[in-house]
């Protein structure tokens, strides 16, 4: 695991920026895991700018999103397909059938999405951390070797994202469906960025923990080629 400190949260984004920016010129085939929430808002305006600018091509590249909440529609304002949409999708290139965000609250869409995934290897995963040390929306204690499953989201989740529905938890859906931790494991690289005192704790555990599902982070311990990409706040208990 590779700890990069930096100073803040545009720090974190340019240097996220500059892994995506290398897969993506290097393949121009690249399968990108893509992650939702506050985090990665700044690679994603990194990635519009330099496709506005540099013309980067992703009419070639793929993407598999991590999550998606289950009972709000597609296009809900707060679901992870308009997410996509907003700060990333409707500003590049790459064609909409080469784009892939779970969705549906069945086994028969949770083994749908699995397969589609085995038909690839994802180049470049990108990763949040929850405050409780989730990965994806695997919770703690998920079993390491699950694929795309639905989960029940923790208070804890649901408190933290509230802010997205108008700080009102009841708005906020219990549930979700997610690549597990043995989908996200299977990708080549990893990048895991946290920003903000409040993944103080679960950065410290994910490095210096024992691996175990009560903190799922703490499995990249096992991969090869992890990056976290850690600002001040966030890295200030390492
Ligand atoms: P955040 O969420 O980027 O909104 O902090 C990260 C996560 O829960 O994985």
Redesign the pocket.
Known sequence: MKIMKVKNYDEMSDAAFQVMKEVVSENPNAVLGL?T????IGLYERMVKDYQEHHTNYAKCQSFNLDEYIGLAQGHEQSYFTFMQKHLFKHINMPKEHIHIPYGNSEVDCQAYEKALDQVQVDIQV????SNG???FNEPNTPFTKETHIVNLMKK?RQ??ARFFENDIDQVPKQAITMGIASIMKAKKIVLLASGEH?ADAIATMVYGTKDPICPATVLQDHDDVIVIVDEAAASKL
């Open positions: 992650a929430g506050s985090t990665p990763l949040g951390i929850g989730h990965i994806g989740t933290d994202n993944k």
